[in-house]
């Protein structure tokens, strides 16, 4: 995607999400307007929508999940040949380019390789490997020679915490692009986004856009009110372009009392602009 221009001498700004709770310093966003979304036109001429950025001061704003994916040469420098051979060799390869990944990135944000194989493929590779353990993933062989890597909400949460500014450092550096991403704000007091009122207001239409309102579904006992505290999760969007999770978090990880509401969106690359910045 085409970014909005920065100033001479700006450089690349690091990411600008809140994840301390802490004010952002709107230096760090020069050029970018972090108030409303904008479309923008890829590097095909093709149209899409650059996200904006809206923090609510004080509060934690983050990165949930994320998927990138980059030219496999960017990572071995042509010094592997990971495209012929038997199907044997090529496993073997590829995991040496998995353990290549592993020493230049993984243990830089304190993870690691995990034991599970995914020797049937997986997203339409042929091959892959987890992280950790539902940390995330790596995959690789075909897509035109790229390199996958997802980062799951787990493995965030475990990640050492700088690894934002690691990650978007290594992936400019790397090339590629996000396919997916996923930004999450906790309310913990369950006072900004209680999911009964916001189930309500879906249905007036709060989330509508143009003349389009949304796919919105509920997931858990709503029928009855949630009588055991299970917890409860609204759905609003499309997954192949965007969408809303708003769930109670508390109760959903068994604390019958919680108050704690977490609301995610999950965006793709397939209608989004999505910029190494958002991390």
């Known amino acids: 995607c085409r970014r909005p221009a920065r100033s001479v001498g700006s450089g690349i700004s690091p990411p600008p999400t809140n994840r301390g709770g802490v004010k952002l310093n709107k230096n760090r966003h020069e050029g970018i307007d972090l108030t409303s979304e904008k479309f923008v036109t890829t590097d095909g001429f093709d149209f899409k929508v650059l996200p904006g950025l809206r923090v609510l001061s004080g509060e934690k704003v983050g990165v949930d999940e994320f998927t990138f994916v980059f030219p496999l040469k960017n990572l071995t420098h042509d010094g592997l040949n990971v495209s012929s051979g038997s199907d044997s060799f090529q496993k073997s390869v590829w995991n040496l380019v998995f353990e290549i990944f592993e020493q230049d990135v993984l243990n830089y944000i304190g993870l690691k ?30 897509n035109a020679d790229s390199f996958l890597f997802r980062l799951t909400g787990h493995g965030s949460s475990i990640a050492n915490a700088d690894w934002p500014n690691f990650l978007f450092n290594k992936f400019n550096e790397l090339g590629g692009h996000l396919t997916r991403i996923d930004i999450a704000f906790d309310d913990f007091s369950g006072d900004i986004f209680p999911v009964r009122k916001m189930s309500e207001l879906a249905q007036t239409g709060i989330f509508q856009r143009g003349n389009t309102q949304p796919k919105f579904r509920q997931e858990g006992n709503w029928l009855a009110n949630d009588p055991n505290n299970k917890g409860l999760t609204l759905y609003v969007g499309d997954r192949s372009s965007k969408m809303a999770r708003i769930y109670e978090k508390g109760k959903q990880l068994g604390d019958v009392e919680s108050n704690w509401v977490r609301f995610e969106v999950e965006l793709h690359s397939s209608l989004y602009c999505l910029t190494t910045e958002m991390l």
């Open 113 to 142: 390789l995990g034991s599970k194989h995914f020797e049937n493929g997986i997203y339409q590779y042929k091959y892959g490997r987890e992280i950790g353990v539902g940390a995330g993933l790596l995959a690789v062989g075909g």
